[in-house]
């Protein structure tokens, strides 16, 4: 089985940062992909950001330029460094990793984390 617990999320001020980990237990960490997610209120989760077993990163749009998603294989832990945040970014953020897939489709994601909340104040 393969564990993720989130830490790092908080109430933060516009424009401020946060940096959100994910620890991973259970199994070989850098045989997975893994991906960033979140769920805003009343809405569906979405895709954030996902990392390959190499580091190589990708964004949705709205977060392209103020988050950054990167990977420590000897901690067995991913980040999302959050920069700049704003009030619309204000969500459960949950972390996932899949032994095969690494693409934006949260559907086919296997597992997944508790999530940790970001709220963002004006």
């Known amino acids: 089985q393969v564990q993720l617990v989130e830490s790092g999320g908080g109430l933060v001020q516009a424009g401020g940062s946060l940096r959100l980990s994910c620890a991973a237990s259970g199994r070989t960490f850098s045989d997975y992909a893994m991906g960033w997610f979140r769920q805003a209120p009343g809405k569906e989760r979405e895709f954030v950001a996902t990392i390959t077993r190499t580091g190589g990163a990708s964004y949705t749009d709205s977060v392209k330029g103020r988050f950054t998603a990167s990977r420590d294989n000897a901690k067995n832990t991913v980040y999302l460094q959050i920069n700049s945040l704003k009030s619309e970014d204000t969500a459960v953020y949950y972390c996932?990793?899949?032994?095969?897939?690494?693409?934006?489709?949260?559907?086919?994601?296997?597992?997944w984390g508790q999530g940790t909340q970001v709220t963002v104040s004006s």
């Open positions: 996932a990793v899949d032994r095969f897939y690494g693409g934006s489709d949260v559907r086919r994601w296997l597992y």
